[in-house]
């Protein structure tokens, strides 16, 4: 059974508890990290004030990233997906010439 546990981390100097199951721990430290450093990005180029535009900018940054990571990988499967067809003719091909 995995116990819950409370978690006390911070972003841009504000602590926040946060819950979550004791083997999420070190992805939600993780997490954090990766946010704090995209908000502090953001607060240390000056152009955005206040933690919560700060915050929307940097969650609006993530996102932009994921999307574009996801539009990556379904152009890699695509790519896989038209090598494995093309092998799999080459076999037929092989294989009703035998």
């Known amino acids: 059974m995995d116990d819950k546990l409370t978690v006390t981390v911070k972003i841009l100097d504000k602590e926040y508890l946060i819950a ?16 704090n ?17 700060v915050a929307v900018m940097a969650a609006l940054n993530i996102a932009h990233e994921l999307l574009q990571n996801g539009g990556e990988r379904e152009r890699e499967r695509e790519q896989v997906k038209a090598r494995t067809e093309a092998m799999l003719q080459g076999i ?3 294989l009703a010439e035998l």
């Open 20 to 35: 979550c199951r004791a083997h999420e721990r070190e992805e939600l430290l993780a997490t954090v990290h990766y946010l």
């Open 37 to 53: 450093e995209k908000m502090r990005e953001i607060r240390d180029r000056g152009l955005v004030l206040g933690t919560e535009r």
């Open 92 to 94: 037929e091909r092989t």
